[in-house]
């Protein structure tokens, strides 16, 4: 009912930058959250940033001062800047939204992910 894509992974290079992009369409009435996780390779996936409908947000430390999350209530999308990238932020970044279907239901979906690999 509720669809999420994301995109805007790649390559870069230590040091560079990315911007990553979700957009959620379905039957929406209300998305009180949207939040970007990350999932390495072996590793369980972990929240990496979190904005909520009023603008407020939390980061993992790992990427405090470097990430930046934003969001636009009226296009229900979210976007995450990256910058100062290390090798450590190589990983599939998933994009999730919590909200209320056009009925009345509660929902929480996940996109399916796009790659970044920081890498020289």
């Known amino acids: 009912q509720v669809q999420l894509v994301e995109s805007g992974g790649g390559l870069v290079q230590p040091g560079g930058s990315l911007r990553l992009s979700c957009v959620a369409s379905?039957?929406?009435?209300?998305?009180?959250?949207m939040a970007w996780y990350r999932q390495a390779p072996g590793k369980q996936r972990e929240l990496v940033a979190r904005?909520?409908?009023?603008?407020?947000?939390n980061y993992d430390d790992s990427v405090k001062g470097r990430f930046t999350i934003s969001r636009d209530n009226a296009k229900n999308t979210a976007s995450l800047q990256m910058n100062s990238l290390t090798p450590e932020d190589t990983a599939a970044y998933y994009c999730?939204?919590?909200?209320?279907?056009?009925?009345?239901?509660?929902?929480?979906?996940w996109g399916r992910g796009t790659q970044v690999t920081v890498s020289s």
């Open positions: 904005i909520i409908r009023g603008g407020f947000t």
């Open positions: 379905g039957s929406i009435r209300d998305i009180n959250a």
């Open positions: 999730k939204a919590e909200g209320m279907l056009s009925w009345g239901t509660p929902f929480v979906s």
